[in-house]
C-alpha cells in the first residue's frame, strides 16, 4: 500500500480538530453509524482520519462497520482494529458490544497507509530497518507512526528493533541532532488463536500481518508511555547472562542475588509481591542513578534453583543494570499522574488515543475507566478550593475533556527514551496536538 495523501482542501478549517464517538449498540452498524454520528456533531472541519477500535462482538464485520462510518464521516482514511476490550471518553467495555472512535480534521498532514507482511527474516537488522522504515513512509517530517498487528502472525522480536532503528537521527537547520517522530500502537487482542483478529485499512480487511498509518507535517504528537511499576531492593549488574537467562548478579547466583535485594522490604510491599515480582532493565546506562522511567520493564519467566538462573522476557547481557519492580493499582495510578503533570506544562491536546494493557481494567483499579478518565479529563481547568472539598464528583456539562479513544490491546508498543519496544501492564497514549516549539 504505497498511497499518500496530503489534506489541503479549501473547506479546512483553520487548524487541528478532533472528536470521539462510542456505541454499545449490539447490531454493528447502527452502532457504527451511531458512534460516526456523535463525532460528527463536534468535528470542526472534514474527517481526514479516523481510527475505530471494535469490541469480539463486531470483529466479524468490520467491512460493513466501516460502509457505515464512511457514509456519515467521508474519512479519506480509516483505521479499524479488534479488542477484547475498548474505551471512549469516560466509558470502557470488558465485553460486550462497543465500537469508540477518534475522528481528525487535520490540514497540511501527509498521511500514509502501510501492510506488512513479510519477516525479512534474511536480512540483516540494517537492512530489516530501512525496508520497514520506507514501507512505513519515516520521514524527517514524520510526527508518528501508528501501529497495530496480530500477535499470531507477525514476528515482532524482529519487527519492534526495526520500527525503532528506521527512526533515524538527523541534523536540523540549527545543527541540532534530532530524530524522527515517534511509533506507537499495539497487538490486536480480540482472538486468542489465530485467525480470530481483524485488522482494516482503506477497504483491506486481514487477520493477519500488521497495518498502521503514519502522520507527516504540520502536526506534534506527544507520547505518554506508563509503566505503572516502581524499583524496589537495589540496582544490580548483571555479571554472566545468555539469551534470556540472567545467571549472575554482582558475581552471585541471580535467584540468591535478588531474594537478597528484597529481603529488608516493608510488609506492604513484601505482600505485593503475591501479585508477582517485575524486572526493570536500565535503558541508559551512562546515568548515575536511576528511578521511574529510566527502566523496560519485563515479566520474569521463572527460576531455576539448582543453577541460579532467573529467565526474563527479553534478552540480556553481561554490564546491564537491572532492579525487581513491583506493579499495582496505587503505583500505577501515580506514575500515569506523574506523567500527565509533565503534559500540563504544554497546550490542551486537540485529543488523544490510547493503548493500555488488558489487566488495566475495572478489575485492577477498582474503578471504572481509570485510565480514559485521567487521560481526557487531565487538561480540565483547575476547581477551587471550595469547590474541591465538597463530597462526590461534580458535574460540569460545560467541561467536556478531550475526545479520546482506545483499546485493551494483547501488547503495547511506544518509546522509553529514544528507543521503541514491545511492553505488558503498560498504557501507551498519542497526544495530538499542533506544532510548537519548545525545548524538550
Aim: charged share 20%; proline share 5%.
Amino acid at each position: 500500500m504505497t498511497d499518500e495523501s496530503v489534506n489541503q482542501r479549501d473547506d479546512s478549517p483553520a487548524g487541528l480538530s478532533m472528536a470521539s464517538g462510542f456505541s454499545m449498540i449490539a447490531d454493528p452498524v447502527d452502532a457504527a453509524a451511531q458512534a460516526a454520528q456523535i463525532a460528527h456533531r463536534s468535528l470542526n472541519g472534514p474527517a481526514d482520519l479516523v481510527i475505530g477500535f471494535v469490541t469480539q462482538h463486531h470483529a466479524q464485520r468490520v467491512g460493513m462497520i466501516a460502509d457505515a462510518i464512511r457514509a456519515r464521516l467521508s474519512p479519506k482514511h480509516l483505521l479499524l482494529v479488534s479488542a477484547a476490550g475498548i474505551m471512549g471518553d469516560d466509558t470502557e467495555i470488558g465485553s460486550g458490544p462497543g465500537i469508540s472512535l477518534i475522528a481528525a480534521s487535520m490540514p497540511g498532514v501527509r498521511m500514509h497507509p502501510y501492510m506488512l507482511d513479510a519477516t525479512w527474516g534474511s536480512m540483516d537488522p540494517a537492512q530489516r530497518a530501512s525496508k520497514v522504515g520506507e514501507v512505513i513512509g519515516a520521514s524527517e517530517e514524520m510526527a508518528a507512526s501508528f501501529f497495530f498487528a496480530d500477535p499470531f502472525s507477525v514476528p515482532l522480536v524482529n519487527l519492534v528493533p526495526a520500527l525503532s532503528a528506521c527512526r533515524v537521527q538527523y541534523s536540523d537547520t540549527n545543527g541540532n541532532i534530532k530524530r524522527i517522530g515517534t511509533i506507537l500502537g499495539g497487538l490486536a487482542s480480540a482472538g486468542n488463536t489465530p485467525g480470530n483478529n481483524t485488522l482494516f485499512i482503506d477497504g483491506e480487511i486481514r487477520n493477519y500481518g500488521a497495518m498502521g498509518i503514519t502522520l507527516s507535517g504540520n502536526l506534534q504528537v506527544d507520547t505518554l508511555v506508563s509503566q505503572g511499576c516502581r524499583p524496589i531492593g537495589k540496582p544490580m549488574v548483571v555479571t554472566r547472562a545468555r539469551g534470556n537467562l540472567i545467571l549472575e548478579l554482582g558475581g552471585k547466583p541471580a535467584i540468591e542475588a535478588i531474594r537478597d535485594s528484597l529481603h529488608d522490604l516493608n510488609i506492604p510491599d513484601k505482600e505485593l509481591l503475591d501479585n508477582g515480582l517485575l524486572i526493570g532493565r536500565v535503558i541508559n546506562e551512562q546515568k548515575s542513578r536511576f528511578g521511574r522511567g529510566d527502566f523496560l520493564i519485563r515479566n520474569i519467566m521463572g527460576g531455576d534453583e539448582q543453577s541460579g538462573a532467573v529467565a526474563i522476557a527479553d534478552l540480556v547481557q553481561a554490564g546491564q543494570t537491572i532492579q525487581p519492580h513491583l506493579h499495582d493499582a496505587q503505583t500505577a495510578r501515580e506514575d500515569l499522574s506523574l506523567l500527565l503533570d509533565a503534559q500540563r506544562l504544554y497546550d490542551r491536546p486537540a485529543g488523544a488515543m490510547v493503548i493500555s494493557c488488558t489487566g488495566r481494567t475495572q478489575e485492577f483499579f477498582g474503578e471504572p475507566a481509570h485510565d480514559s478518565r485521567s487521560i481526557r479529563h487531565a487538561f480540565d481547568p483547575l476547581v477551587d478550593g471550595a469547590r474541591l472539598a465538597k463530597a462526590g464528583r461534580e458535574l460540569n456539562a460545560t467541561d467536556q475533556g478531550i475526545p479520546l479513544a482506545g483499546c485493551f490491546a494483547a501488547g503495547q508498543i511506544g518509546p522509553i527514551g529514544d528507543t521503541i519496544f514491545q511492553h505488558g501492564h503498560t498504557i501507551v497514549s498519542a497526544l495530538f496536538r499542533e506544532p510548537e516549539e519548545r525545548d524538550l
